[in-house]
């Protein structure tokens, strides 16, 4: 009789074993396939970045021999967006533009660079000022783009070709 019950309690906790094991394999496998799909989009990103957009908005690496650099005479002090703390912040530093000097339109505009130069200050103030202290400090490729993009709108042209800025954030 002990040997029944016994083989009966075996085979009870045989089921519940199993019953068990099911409900861990199909919580794990829903937990691998969000896995593997954040796998993919992480590896999708990387693979436009090291590729680059297809439709980016960065000229052609231009030689050395062809940059000229135009910096900003004064240093700036950017009031940027009130971040989460509530305290006003800002951004102190210097800007300098990556001329083309073989562009065509480098020309007409390198002598003018002085003349516009409010003109890019406003550029460079308005795009900052969209930014709080936080995001400054960690998109700082964003803001050249958005910089860089309003720069080649004013000229209308892309013999400006990039931007370089070192910013103290306090």
Known sequence: MKKNLLSIIILALLVVNIVLSAIMMISVSSATKKTASLVADIATVIGLEIEGLPD???????????????????????????????????????????????????????????????????IIFSVMANYTMEEAKTNSAAIKSEILQGIQTLFDSDFVYGISFSFLYS
């Open 56 to 122: 980016s908005n960065m000229a052609a690496t231009v030689p050395m021999a062809d940059t000229e650099v135009y910096n900003i005479s004064s240093e700036l002090t950017i009031p940027l967006k009130t971040g989460e703390d509530g305290k006003s912040h800002y951004a102190v530093g210097n800007v300098s533009l990556s001329m083309n000097s073989a562009h065509e339109d480098y020309e007409t505009y390198s002598a003018t660079m002085e003349a516009k130069e409010g003109l890019i200050k406003d």
